[in-house]
């Protein structure tokens, strides 16, 4: 049986500041701390490879956790977190324009092909998510760590809890629920002998913030 360990990354600038982040948002002196003690619990498992979106906030966690755990790393942008509407990047996250494009994206993500401009829909992630638990089960490794970001990890999940048959209104609901604290730890299982291969077996296990 295949596990992978599903990792947010550790507080970015763009966390705890009031811009926008983009893909080159570093890792805080925090975040650095709240990786390097998450990086101890992996060493006391079996973990055979670090898959990592290549935003530069989760290729710092990546390379902490490979660093600590003496494992190679490869980056993947199936891990990346969602594309929203250019607008919005750079900006105060109280500016008007890309308070009221967030908005939209969030009242109308559920309709089928909606889209406010050049964001990533609910089909577009969709379509990622399915295709980046597709490539995992298709690894020969079977202990696997994959670092990727808050709300892309949230849609994974949906994916898992309803395959191809996803729609925008359950999408949502699962994005509404679930949450992920910055090094929080999901861990889900794989096993093709099974009629329903995946399992939720932790979703954010901080322990270690505590």
């Given amino acids: 049986m295949k596990k992978i360990y599903f990792v947010r990354h550790g507080e970015s600038e763009g966390n705890a500041g009031l811009i926008q982040q983009d893909r080159s948002s570093p890792l805080t002196k925090k975040g650095k701390e709240q990786v390097t003690s998450v990086a101890q619990r992996f060493i006391k498992l079996p973990i055979e490879i670090v898959l990592s979106s290549s935003m530069i906030r989760a ?4 390379e902490i956790i490979s660093g600590t755990t ?3 790393i490869e980056f993947s942008d199936l891990f990346a977190e969602r594309r929203k509407p ?3 990047y750079g900006k105060r996250k109280d500016n008007p324009a890309s308070v009221e494009a967030y908005k939209d994206v969030v009242i109308n993500f559920h309709l089928p092909g909606f889209r406010h ?3 990533e829909n609910f089909d577009d992630l969709k379509k ?3 295709s980046a638990l597709a ?3 298709n690894r020969p490794e079977e202990h696997i760590v994959v670092v990727t970001h808050a709300y892309f990890l949230r849609i994974l999940i949906a994916c898992v809890l309803f395959g191809d048959t996803l729609t925008g209104e359950e999408c949502s609901r699962c994005t509404q ?3 992920a604290e910055n090094t929080g730890v999901t861990i889900i299982s794989y096993d093709a002998e099974k009629e329903n291969p995946w399992r939720i077996w932790v979703w954010n296990d901080h322990a270690h913030l505590d």
Avoid: G, P, Q, W
Wanted: no cysteine.
């Fill in 59 to 62: 290729k710092e966690t990546a």
């Fill in 117 to 119: 401009s050049d964001e």
């Fill in 135 to 137: 490539y995992l089960s």
């Fill in 128 to 130: 990622r998510a399915l």
């Fill in 177 to 179: 629920i679930f949450y």
């Fill in 70 to 72: 003496n494992v190679s």
């Fill in 86 to 88: 250019s607008i919005m």
